[in-house]
């Protein structure tokens, strides 16, 4: 059977002869391609940072890496009580120390897996860089309902450096945009936290909106639970929080 077009009554090119089988197919493609869409963003930034999943050693000791690794492997889970800190500047409260979310953590996962603080920094580095484009292009997809575009955006996230023409580093050329900065600032300047909360801002975006829209207590919760994980990730999450 040949299928018409009606407005210039001649037959359509391309299209199925079963008119049931053309529209199951119209139907299928646009709920498969947005998921195909988060796959290749996921697949993507695991391959740009797939060594950090079996690094076993920390070597940018003019940051704070090591730090935290201290905390995780001394403290471990002392954040849950009033604990002092006695080993940074005559002592202290450990929670004047640092955001604790980063610390405990690193010691979560050094309990579960057994594995080392500089393996747990780096497996917890590589999983906050690996889902903050995905988490970004979810909340695009789900509210503007345009896939593409929010594809595209989240391309650029994953790949480009637009900061660098707000904050250009010395020496800055127009290249640059295309370099690795937040995988430099991820794994050399050791911008965890602030990181943390970037990927933590879309999902509070996203289930504060359902929570404003359907009032269920669910999606508060989600919205709640996600603002405080990026303020206990560090003190400047409270601003994006707010």
Same mark, same amino acid.
């Given at each position: 059977?040949?299928?018409?077009?009606?407005?210039?009554?001649?037959?359509?090119?391309?299209?199925?002869?079963?008119?049931?089988?053309?529209?199951?197919?119209?139907?299928?493609?646009?709920?498969? =391609?947005?998921? /195909?869409?988060?796959?290749?963003?996921?697949? =993507?930034?695991?391959?740009?940072?797939?060594?950090?999943?079996?690094?076993?050693?920390?070597?940018?000791?003019?940051?704070?890496?090591?730090?935290?690794?201290?905390?995780?492997?001394?403290?471990?889970?002392?954040?849950?009580?009033?604990?002092?800190?006695?080993?940074?500047?005559?002592?202290? *409260?450990?929670?004047?120390?640092?955001?604790?979310?980063?610390?405990?953590?690193?010691?979560?996962?050094?309990?579960?897996?057994?594995?080392? *603080?500089?393996?747990?920094?780096? #497996? %917890?580095?590589?999983? #906050?860089?690996? %889902?903050?484009?995905?988490?970004?292009? /979810?909340?695009?997809?789900?509210?503007?309902?345009?896939?593409?575009?929010?594809?595209?955006?989240?391309?650029?996230?994953?790949?480009?450096? *637009?900061?660098?023409?707000?904050?250009?580093?010395?020496?800055?050329?127009?290249?640059?945009?295309?370099?690795?900065?937040?995988?430099?600032?991820?794994?050399?300047?050791?911008? %965890?936290?602030?990181?943390?909360?970037?990927?933590? =801002?879309?999902?509070? #975006?996203?289930?504060?909106?359902?929570?404003?829209?359907?009032?269920?207590? *669910?999606?508060?919760?989600?919205?709640?639970?996600?603002?405080?994980?990026?303020? %206990?990730?560090?003190?400047?999450?409270? #601003? =994006?929080?707010?």
């Amino acid at each position: 059977m040949e299928l018409w077009d009606v407005r210039t009554w001649k037959p359509r090119r391309g299209i199925a002869a079963d008119p049931v089988a053309h529209a199951e197919q119209t139907r299928t493609q646009p709920r498969l =391609l947005p998921w /195909l869409y988060l796959a290749i963003l996921a697949g =993507l930034n695991l391959y740009i940072c797939r060594d950090a999943f079996l690094a076993d050693s920390c070597p940018h000791w003019n940051t704070m890496q090591g730090q935290w690794m201290s905390l995780a492997r001394i403290a471990g889970f002392d954040w849950l009580r009033p604990s002092w800190w006695r080993y940074w500047g005559g002592g202290e *409260p450990l929670a004047s120390t640092y955001a604790p979310l980063i610390p405990l953590a690193i010691a979560a996962f050094m309990r579960l897996f057994h594995g080392s *603080p500089a393996l747990a920094l780096n #497996v %917890l580095t590589g999983l #906050v860089y690996c %889902l903050g484009p995905p988490a970004f292009y /979810l909340l695009s997809w789900r509210l503007s309902r345009r896939p593409g575009y929010s594809f595209a955006a989240a391309m650029v996230w994953s790949l480009a450096s *637009p900061v660098a023409l707000l904050i250009p580093d010395p020496g800055f050329h127009w290249s640059s945009i295309w370099g690795p900065r937040r995988l430099v600032l991820a794994f050399q300047y050791d911008d %965890l936290p602030h990181l943390t909360s970037l990927m933590l =801002l879309p999902p509070a #975006v996203w289930a504060l909106a359902r929570a404003l829209r359907f009032g269920r207590w *669910p999606d508060y919760a989600c919205a709640g639970l996600s603002m405080a994980g990026m303020m %206990l990730a560090n003190m400047f999450g409270a #601003v =994006l929080a707010g």
